[in-house]
């Protein structure tokens, strides 16, 4: 199960807070991906990155931000503007270009809204 | 953008039967259908794929059918047992190509019950 990691495994926030979702690969991966994952409704992809600096927004990217500064990284916000952020987060990379692309996940990161 | 529908939502079955679940995908650009199983708190894993260029592949007591023509592919699942219980999720590769990864569109997923 090694090569992807985020952290922490579960975050609380209050309202009105940003927080920071990390992840992290080692597996010289180029593309790298967030999931939101909520009960019922598989999972939905809230930002996506090809390469390093370049980023692009995903269905549900409102209330979301990213950065892309160095291969390995990956770091997802969740901001204030985010309404229902309560939900299971995952992040996965892929290393095929052109069109098989197999996506590996991370543990992913359970966060609650108090 | 790319659209997948799975069936069924929920699946019970008796240990040792067989399951089937299917899915629908809408662009007919898409080529690689690869299917997850999530279990309970733990990270999706992969558990087959097949690209576009084939119509099923099997592995072990696992098989996967793809049908490019009516747009759908479907995972069958041989002699169940009670560990084979999990989340299982499809999904549709598009926008892939040249250098570009493409993105991954998954299925709602359903929910396998294997009952010893």
């Given amino acids: 199960d090694g090569g992807i990691t985020q952290s922490p495994k579960y975050l609380f926030r209050k309202e009105g807070q940003n927080v920071t979702l990390s992840c992290e690969q080692n597996l010289n991966h180029d593309a790298m991906y967030w999931y939101r994952q909520d009960p019922g409704q598989g999972l939905r992809l809230i930002y996506y990155s090809q390469i390093v600096n370049d980023f692009q927004k995903g269905d549900i990217a409102e209330g979301y931000s990213v950065s892309r500064e160095k291969k390995e990284s990956f770091p997802l916000t969740v901001t204030s503007a985010q309404k229902n ?24 990161t359970r966060l609650t809204v108090l | 953008g790319e659209n997948v529908e799975q069936h069924p939502s929920t699946l019970s079955v008796q240990e040792g039967d067989s399951a089937v679940i299917k899915c629908t995908y809408s662009d007919s650009a898409s080529n690689y259908f690869p299917w997850y199983k999530q279990e309970l708190g733990k990270r999706p894993q992969l558990i087959i794929d097949i690209r576009s260029n084939v119509g099923e592949k099997k592995d072990q007591r696992i098989a996967v059918t793809l049908n490019k023509t009516a747009k759908h592919f479907s995972l069958h699942i041989t ?13 549709a590769t598009s926008g892939a190509g040249g250098t570009s990864y493409g993105k991954l569109t998954f299925g709602q997923g359903t929910i396998l019950t294997v009952h010893p």
């Avoid at chain 1, 995952?90 to 996506?103: P, W």
């Avoid at chain 2, 002699?79 to 999904?91: G, I, M, N, R």
């Fill in chain 2, 79 to 91: 002699e169940t047992q009670p560990e084979d219980s999990a989340v299982y999720f499809c999904a």
């Fill in chain 1, 85 to 108: 952020p309560t939900a299971f987060y995952l992040c996965a990379s892929s290393g095929v270009a052109g069109g098989y692309n197999e996506q590996f996940f991370g543990p992913g």
